[in-house]
């Protein structure tokens, strides 16, 4: 019966197995015919005794793929486990290393041991949070050990952090960042920089305001000189910091634009005399609205000088000179309206027209421009007369090409005006001396002509005339020397003066330096001039000046230096001159083949080959 039961059984699920096997065969023939796929054969039919074997086969198939799948799990878990453990371990190891550095890099001042590795993610977007931040400085502080990223970590382990507004935060993160921008670290004066126990207004600053820079642009100029005080802080009352001063320290990198955090109380900024403080000046520096002093003089600065820095209209004075800026002066910088001290001095490389928007510049007191030789364009223009606070306008070595406009009479506060070498044309226009103040007068190297003018006798305060190197005609008028009792330095070589000298030279007797040579003057040397005590250089060579060299001259004990070859001079030189004679030769340079000029003088010993003079060592024994 059993039996009977089993084979029953048997036989019903081979049947099922049967239909189950015809169905997936037709299932198959019926997608081979929509696919256009090959249809595969039928499977022939199981045994009854075959059945339970095939059903046991596919259920160890099963547990099989199970525990490969569990297994590959624990695998995964454990690689995954394996490689956090590596990634804890070497963060550790980071942070280790970063401390390690930074209690090398930080300041031996009592400052806490900030860490030095970027900061995180977090720490980022906390920085998103404070107002003012520019976006240039939400990209740096991403970037490993930027100045940016340095400092905000900095700030972020001040332990006193939480008890200061977010302006005092910002004007601290901002000097921090300007202390690792310009390499801090080696600065020659850095006294308590980024010591958390002292507050920043504290930190190292120049305590005496005005140097030797300050000095020598003011020289001369009386309103705008500046006053010697010593600061008994770097902040203002408020706390904010105004003055940062520091002029030869040894700086190294960059002016950051971070420095525009300061903008809302910073006053003077003054970074000249870093030889190695380079790159552009950051644009952001026009936002320094409240700046009044400016001076990134005897840098390495280059590229374009900011346009941005017209924006800063509170500004009085800006020394930009001896810089490798390139590109052109920029034209905004005559929308600074409260300028009184402009210098840009020895940047050969700035090109460009000159803009007349300068001429707007009527509060200017001082304005210095040396050596641009690459200029173009830069014509005196009349609108020279609006500026009629001038005391120093001193332009050399700029090509500017033309006249002296008659406007110059209007500048009655003028005291030095220099345009050495600038390509002058045309004659002296008598407006230039209505300017009875004039203390200096150098307008050497250029081209202009006409006879020497009787009215240089209306600067009765002149010390120092260098007209030189001109085109000057007629004779040297007597009457002049009777209002120079001031004058320190007469230079009027190089020009094409005839007749005799005047006797009236002798009234000079404030004189350091008279040159006299390469002109055509004749007669005799006269004796008068024995009368110049204080004279230390006579230049007399290459003129047609006859007779004998005057005994007075003997009694001149300052005098180092008398040149008389190429003259008519004849007879014995003597006794005490041997010594204090002496022939010069020039030093020329070519600038550009646009111009040549001739300043450098150099000593050579006297031979009397181009002279009659006999006596010394160096000329034959006198009969």
């Known amino acids: 019966m059993g ?32 696919s256009g796929l090959a249809v595969a054969s039928p499977v022939e039919e199981a045994l009854p005794h075959q059945l ?15 525990e490969q799948k569990n297994n590959q799990i624990k695998t995964i878990v454990l690689v995954g486990t394996v490689l956090l453990v590596a ?20 300041p031996s001042n009592g400052s806490a041991s900030p860490r030095t590795e970027a900061p995180t993610a977090a720490c980022t977007m906390l920085a998103e949070t404070w107002e003012g931040l520019p976006d240039s400085t939400l990209s740096a502080l991403r970037i490993p050990r930027s100045p940016q990223a340095k400092a905000y970590d900095w700030v972020l382990n001040d332990p006193n952090q939480a008890s200061y507004p977010q ?20 600065w020659n004066l850095r006294e308590d920089w980024l010591s958390y126990n002292v507050d920043e207004c504290s930190w190292y600053f120049r305590k005496l305001v005005g140097g030797e820079e300050d000095f020598y642009l003011h020289e001369g100029v009386s309103e705008v000189r500046s006053e010697l005080r010593f600061l008994e802080s770097a902040c203002n009352a408020e706390g904010q910091y105004a003055y940062l001063v520091f002029t030869e320290n040894n700086m190294d990198g960059s002016l950051p634009p971070e420095i525009s955090l300061l903008s809302g109380s910073l006053l003077y900024l003054e970074v000249g005399s870093n030889e190695k403080l380079r790159g552009l000046i950051p644009s952001e520096v026009g936002l320094l609205t409240n700046l009044r002093k400016f001076y990134a003089d005897r840098n390495l600065h280059s590229g374009q000088i900011p346009t941005e820095i017209g924006q800063l209209s509170e500004l ?48 200017l007191v001082m304005f210095h421009m040396h050596n641009l030789n690459r200029l173009t364009g830069a014509e005196l223009l009349p609108e020279i007369g609006q500026m009629t606070k001038l005391e120093k306008f001193w332009v050399y070595h700029v090509p500017i090409k033309s006249l002296i406009p008659t406007e110059i009479g209007l500048l009655s506060n003028m005291r030095r005006l220099n345009l050495w070498n600038c390509s002058i044309t045309g004659s002296i226009p008598s ?28 600067f009765p305060n002149l010390t120092m005339a260098w007209l030189n190197g001109n085109q000057f005609t007629g004779t040297l008028p007597a009457s002049i020397f009777q209002s120079w009792g001031q004058l320190s330095y007469l230079k ?26 390469r002109n055509e003057f004749s007669g005799t040397v006269p004796s008068q001039l024995g009368f110049l005590a204080n004279v230390t250089e006579l230049f007399l060579h290459d003129n047609s000046i006859t007779g004998r060299i005057p005994t007075s001259l003997t009694e001149l004990a300052s005098l180092e230096m008398l040149t008389v070859s190429d003259t008519f001079l004849s007879g014995s030189i003597p006794d005490g001159l041997c010594d204090r004679i002496w022939d010069i030769t020039y030093t020329c340079n ?19 080959s181009s002279t009659n003079l006999c006596g010394c060592d160096s000329c034959e024994q006198c009969n």
């Open 492 to 517: 009027i070589h190089d020009n094409k003066l005839e007749g005799p000298l005047p006797t009236e030279l002798g009234l000079l007797t404030s004189l350091d330096l008279l040159w006299l040579s």
């Open 87 to 106: 990634i804890i371990v070497a963060m550790l190891a980071i942070l280790l290393n970063a401390k390690e550095v930074h209690d090398q890099e930080q």
């Open 590 to 608: 070519d600038y550009f083949g646009l111009y040549t000029i001739c300043y450098d003088t150099e000593k050579v010993n006297f031979t009397c």
């Open 167 to 186: 302006w005092k935060i910002l004007q601290r993160f901002a000097l921090a960042v300007f202390y690792f921008s310009t390499g801090g670290e080696d």
């Open 431 to 458: 407006e230039l001396f209505q300017l009875t103040d004039m203390i200096r007068l150098d307008i050497d190297d250029n081209e202009i002509t006409g006879t020497f003018p009787t009215e240089f006798g209306m």
């Open 52 to 66: 339970p074997q095939a059903h046991g086969v596919a259920t160890n198939q099963a547990s099989k793929e199970r």
């Open 316 to 363: 009085q004075e800006l020394e930009l000179g001896h810089n490798i800026f390139t590109g052109s002066i920029p034209s905004e910088i005559g929308n600074m309206e409260a300028l009184s001290i402009l210098s840009i001095r020895h940047c050969e490389h700035i090109s460009g027209t000159l803009p007349t928007e300068l001429y707007r510049l009527t509060n």
């Open 3 to 34: 039996g009977r039961n089993a084979d029953t059984t048997n036989q019903t699920v081979a049947r099922e197995q049967r239909n189950v096997g015809s169905r997936r065969n037709n299932e198959r023939a019926a997608g081979g015919r929509d």
